[in-house]
Structure formats: structure tokens, C-alpha cells
């Protein structure tokens, strides 16, 4: 149990265009989700935390305007990059969490893009 | 902010060999936790640690939760090909939130 999924893989896209990535709980309901970036050879940095059914509280230096997040559900997230560009180009990780009494967060396997 | 110093960085060793790297804090976390990431993947947590000064094992795994809760440390004993990859710590703030480690790398010849 316990498993998290995210899509595209991978996407490559022009700048100035946008793209969302996919974030499903697959056998659980996720009453968190996170969203993390992580460019070559370094650690993973909070993005933004989603709660299912309300605005996204992002981290110190995201643009919430850049990077759009939607929660519909308790078992989908997205994020949306609008008007990409080659600095966004990065490796984009979500983990969800069950909520109070949970042990961990569980993490998908991440989501790389590639911006020309 | 919140910052998690690991070390070291990278490690060559040969297989067979212990491994031993450490993560160090200058807030508290209530919660630590090690996972390991291979390349083009997400992470996937090995040990989490709940109470200061607590000693979990995982197989080959052992780390421990400093008295302070301000530090752990993660050992690999007798080590395998497939240990190869990044790990990182993490604490967890009470939002939830996790603060990473940068990482240790870790290479084995065989």
C-alpha cells in the first residue's frame, strides 16, 4: 500500500509554454500533498503544501503565479508551470500524506522537465 | 531557516565495507528520518525516528536519534552493489513539513 504516482515522467517543452504534472495517491487518500523541486546534484527543497479543497501555501521565494497547484481531490494534485523557461527546468517531486496519526509522507517518483 | 548539515558528501568505498554518515541541526525536529534515492527516481524512506536517543535498525540499516534531537546518524553494515545511490535526511517540522539534508552520495567499487 501506499503508493504514489506521478505524470509525465518526464516532458520536454518550448519556453513560454506550460505544463502540468499529474500527483495520485493510488490506494489512499491524501489529505496533504507536497510539491518539491530538485535541480542536479542537490537536495530536494519544498515547493508548496496543497491541502484537498483549499488554497496552496507555498515556501519563501516560489511564485504561486509561476507555479499553479490544484487539489481537487483527496487523491490528485497538480501542478501546473506556466510560461516555462530553461530555469525551470528541474526534477519535480510530490509526496502525499494520510493526515493526522499518518506515520510518513510517501513520495512519487518524480517527474523531470526539460525546458528548450 | 531551518538547515540540515550531512555529511559527508560522498563516499567511496569498497563492498563489503561498514558505512556510517551523519546529519546535524541547529533547530529540533521531533521527527528524523533516512531515505535513500536512486537516479531519475523519487525518494524512499529507509528509517524513521520517533523519540530521542532511539536506536532502530532496518536489516543492515541502524540509525539512531540524537539525545538533543538535533542530530542522527545512518550505518550500513557490509555493504552490497545495491546500496549505491543518495542518501538523505530529513526532519519534520510540526507543519509536516521536511527540511533535507544536501545528501551523501555513496559509490561502490566492487
Known amino acids: 500500500g501506499a503508493v504514489v504516482s506521478q505524470h509525465p515522467s518526464w516532458v520536454i517543452c518550448k519556453s513560454g509554454t506550460s505544463v502540468k504534472i499529474e500527483c495520485r495517491s493510488l490506494d489512499f487518500q491524501a489529505t496533504t500533498m507536497f510539491w518539491y523541486r530538485q535541480f542536479p546534484k542537490q537536495s530536494l527543497m519544498l515547493m508548496a503544501t496543497?491541502?484537498?479543497?483549499?488554497?496552496?501555501?507555498?515556501e519563501q521565494g516560489v511564485e504561486k503565479d509561476k507555479f499553479l497547484i490544484n487539489h481537487a481531490s483527496l487523491t490528485l494534485s497538480t501542478l501546473t508551470v506556466t510560461s516555462a523557461h530553461p530555469e525551470d527546468s528541474s526534477f519535480y517531486i510530490c509526496s502525499a500524506w494520510r493526515g493526522a496519526g499518518a506515520d510518513t509522507q510517501y513520495f512519487g517518483p518524480g517527474t523531470r522537465l526539460t525546458v528548450l | 531557516g531551518q538547515q540540515l548539515n550531512q555529511s559527508p558528501q560522498s563516499m567511496f568505498i569498497q563492498e563489503g565495507e561498514d558505512v556510517s554518515m551523519n546529519c546535524t541541526s541547529s533547530?529540533?525536529?521531533?521527527?528524523w528520518l533516512w531515505y535513500k534515492q536512486d537516479p531519475g527516481e523519487g525518494p524512499v524512506l529507509l528509517i524513521a525516528l520517533y523519540k530521542a536517543g532511539e536506536l532502530t535498525s532496518n536489516g543492515r540499516l541502524t540509525a539512531q536519534f540524537g539525545i538533543t534531537r538535533k542530530d542522527s546518524f545512518l550505518n550500513i553494515s557490509a555493504s552490497i552493489p545495491s546500496d549505491v545511490g543518495i542518501y538523505f535526511c530529513?526532519?519534520?517540522?510540526?507543519?509536516?513539513?521536511?527540511?533535507f539534508g544536501q545528501g551523501t552520495r555513496l559509490t561502490i567499487n566492487p
Open positions: 496543497s491541502n484537498e479543497g483549499s488554497k496552496a501555501t507555498y
Open positions: 530529513a526532519g519534520l517540522t510540526g507543519a509536516q513539513k521536511l527540511v
Open positions: 533547530s529540533i525536529f521531533n521527527t
